[in-house]
């Protein structure tokens, strides 16, 4: 059982309908409470059992609310999905730095109030597994996506730490997706949008690839630690 901050679209979407049909109980969290509350029916329709709460990682106070929840519906927590985040990506010469500012706040510190939330949570019960969504973008450092790859390369950097930390009973895993059909393009500006959309149309994977990875990590046995899945369209470079 674990929540999945994030999980009202796309690739957390597809990872909250997919766990419950191999047997998991889940939690989502989102900004969009239509969407969970939605996505939770459709769960729970089809014979899993789902919980959600309005979670907006930029405040640790959520974070920490969400793994209560989990905590309280299901008695334990398993794996913490960390799947929130922005890519408002730019040239450094537009100098949007409140867009700098927010995909730091959403992919760098969310992940971060994340682990806050449920590494005591996770030493208490002597287990658990931290999952966090990062990007080939941190891979292949592109023009526009300088600070966007910067936030998820950071999230690679600690999730790493934290791996060496973690002792043997704590597994962490990054999942890097390319290229997918998401609404990932929809806080863009409008000239950004305009170039990233006709691509992601073209060869963007379906969120439901990446909640494959998600499941072949968790689902594998005690001690085996699957450290990082880079999931991409065979036609992305």
């Known amino acids: ?77 398993d794996v913490l999905v960390g799947n929130a985040g922005v890519g408002l990506i730019s040239p450094f010469d537009d100098l949007r730095v409140e867009d700098w500012e927010e995909m730091i706040d959403v992919n760098v510190k969310g992940v971060l109030y994340g682990i806050a939330a449920a590494l005591p949570v996770f030493r208490a019960q002597g287990g658990g597994h931290f999952v966090n969504t990062v990007s080939t973008a941190g891979l292949r450092v592109v023009p526009l996506q300088g600070v966007y790859a910067a936030t998820k390369n950071a999230v690679r950097t600690l999730s790493e730490g934290l791996r060496q930390e973690a002792g043997a009973d704590l597994r962490v895993t990054l999942i890097s997706p390319g290229v997918t059909r998401t609404e990932f393009a929809d806080p863009m500006a409008p000239e950004m949008k305009a170039r990233i959309l006709p691509g992601m149309e073209e060869i963007g994977l379906a969120p439901e690839a990446v909640a494959r990875a998600v499941a072949f990590a968790v689902e594998q046995p005690a001690g085996v630690d699957v450290g990082d899945i880079v999931v991409r369209p065979t036609a992305q470079n």
Do not use: F, S
Request: hydrophobic fraction near 40%.
């Open 1 to 77: 059982m674990g929540p999945t901050p994030g999980g009202a679209r796309g690739c957390g979407a597809a990872t909250g309908v997919g766990r419950p049909a191999r047997g998991a109980k889940v939690v989502l969290g989102a900004r969009r409470t239509e969407r969970l509350e939605a996505l939770a029916a459709r769960i729970e329709e089809a014979g899993g059992q789902a919980a959600w709460a309005r979670t907006d990682v930029r405040r640790r106070a959520d974070l920490t609310a969400l793994v209560d929840l989990a905590r309280t519906r299901y008695g334990r927590l």
